[in-house]
């Protein structure tokens, strides 16, 4: 909005012209979004407690989480009010990168909503029954992913890469890719919502990972620095730096309040979004395999609960105290905040795995 602003008055005021960096337009996105988040997070935590929209906790699991019970939640709303502002000002609307990124998020985000909803509002402890919730996440994923299929009028756009390795690529079907972007999008949701347990847990990770993949949407949509790291040139994508940016400012607006001890949760309407978003971003710039591996603590933690799930199912007996993941350090005696940190402490390091794969290849 403010981008076609300033295009239209640049031929009067030449220093409008600066607006047309994306790099500027990805800082003004992350200040935008971290603004929005300082000054309306405070309101929104009074009236989530107003209302009583509290949280309910499990009393089978660690014992230090009772006293958490009745915090506010569904304060992921937050997040996405900042991010859809801040991209809708400072990004290139008339790129469809853009539109269907922010259309996903927002997408999943009110599958969230209703299942919070439920649970807090109407009491309802099973919120939205899981084949409805899966149903809709599916129904997004595909559209999504047809969408960006047909869409597409570049090879590279519809290949998958392996990092590490040059010039290696496979050229997806219609099949393929519907099927490998579907997957991507409501796998990352699912995870990222499975490690939404503990305060500032998810969101720091989502953080970071929302901005190594602005690198990599900045990159891939720059042709000479496409062209020097032998990742695919797709133009258009480094718009989504935007995207990431107002993700990022976000996150951290949002983490101020739900930093130990917590004083909002985010819910499902923010840890659903926020994973989809994390897996559309990554499809449309054909990293998916570099966001399993700088996400390794959101697939960690989903696989402890298949695994938990499965051996339980099959054997009778549990491989971890509790799952996901940090249930189980929790029980061990971990104290949260450690558990907390020492997790991000492994988000970085797989994220600057995951930024390797840009130069050693």
């Given amino acids: 909005m403010l981008l076609w602003l300033t295009e239209l008055l640049a031929p009067y005021i030449t220093e409008l012209t600066?607006?047309?960096?994306?790099?500027?337009?990805?800082?003004?996105?992350?200040?935008?979004?971290?603004?929005?988040?300082?000054?309306?997070?405070?309101?929104?935590?009074?009236?989530?407690?107003?209302?009583?929209?509290?949280?309910?906790?499990?009393?089978?699991?660690?014992?230090?989480?009772?006293?958490?019970?009745?915090?506010p939640t569904m304060g992921g709303a937050l997040i996405l009010v900042a991010v859809a502002v801040s991209t809708l000002l400072w990004a290139d609307l008339a790129n469809r990168y853009v539109w269907i990124t922010l259309l996903v998020t927002l997408g999943f985000g009110a599958i969230g909503w209703v299942d919070d909803y439920r649970k807090v509002v109407e009491r309802n402890p099973r919120g939205l029954p899981a084949r409805w919730k899966y149903f809709w996440q599916s129904v997004i994923g595909a559209v999504a992913a047809v969408g960006l299929f047909y869409s597409s009028t570049l090879p590279q756009e519809t290949s998958l890469y392996l990092p590490f390795f040059k010039n290696v690529s496979l050229t997806l079907g219609p099949v393929l890719f519907i099927l490998l972007t579907y997957f991507v999008i409501v796998g990352s949701s699912n995870a990222v919502n499975l490690t939404d347990g503990l305060d500032g847990l998810a969101i720091m990770p989502t953080v970071m990972?929302?901005?190594?993949?602005?690198?990599?949407?900045?990159?891939?949509?720059?042709?000479?620095?496409?062209?020097?790291?032998?990742?695919?040139?797709?133009?258009?994508?480094?718009?989504?730096?935007?995207?990431?940016?107002?993700?990022?400012?976000?996150?951290?607006?949002?983490?101020?309040?739900?930093?130990?001890?917590?004083?909002?949760?985010?819910?499902?309407?923010?840890?659903?979004?926020?994973?989809?978003?994390?897996?559309?971003?990554?499809?449309?710039?054909?990293?998916?395999?570099?966001?399993?591996?700088?996400?390794?603590?959101?697939?960690?933690?989903?696989?402890?609960?298949?695994?938990?799930?499965?051996?339980?199912r099959l054997t009778g007996r549990r491989i971890f105290r509790m799952a996901p993941l940090h249930h189980h350090f929790e029980l061990k005696g971990w104290p949260e905040p450690r558990v907390i940190v020492r997790f991000w402490v492994i988000t970085v390091i797989l994220v600057l795995i995951g930024l390797s794969s840009l130069k050693l290849r």
Wanted: glycine share 14%; hydrophobic share 55%.
């Fill in 18 to 71: 600066v607006f047309q960096y994306l790099t500027l337009r990805a800082i003004l996105g992350i200040l935008t979004a971290l603004l929005i988040s300082l000054l309306i997070g405070p309101m929104m935590i009074r009236k989530l407690g107003q209302y009583q929209i509290g949280q309910a906790v499990r009393d089978d699991g660690p014992q230090t989480h009772l006293s958490k019970a009745g915090t």
């Fill in 209 to 312: 990972v929302a901005g190594a993949l602005a690198v990599f949407a900045y990159l891939s949509g720059h042709f000479q620095f496409a062209d020097y790291l032998l990742i695919p040139h797709l133009p258009g994508s480094g718009e989504l730096i935007v995207f990431c940016g107002a993700l990022v400012g976000a996150g951290l607006g949002f983490l101020w309040f739900n930093t130990y001890p917590a004083q909002v949760f985010m819910g499902d309407v923010g840890a659903l979004a926020l994973g989809a978003a994390l897996g559309v971003v990554a499809v449309i710039v054909r990293q998916e395999i570099v966001l399993f591996i700088m996400g390794g603590v959101f697939v960690m933690e989903t696989i402890s609960v298949i695994l938990q799930v499965g051996s339980f």
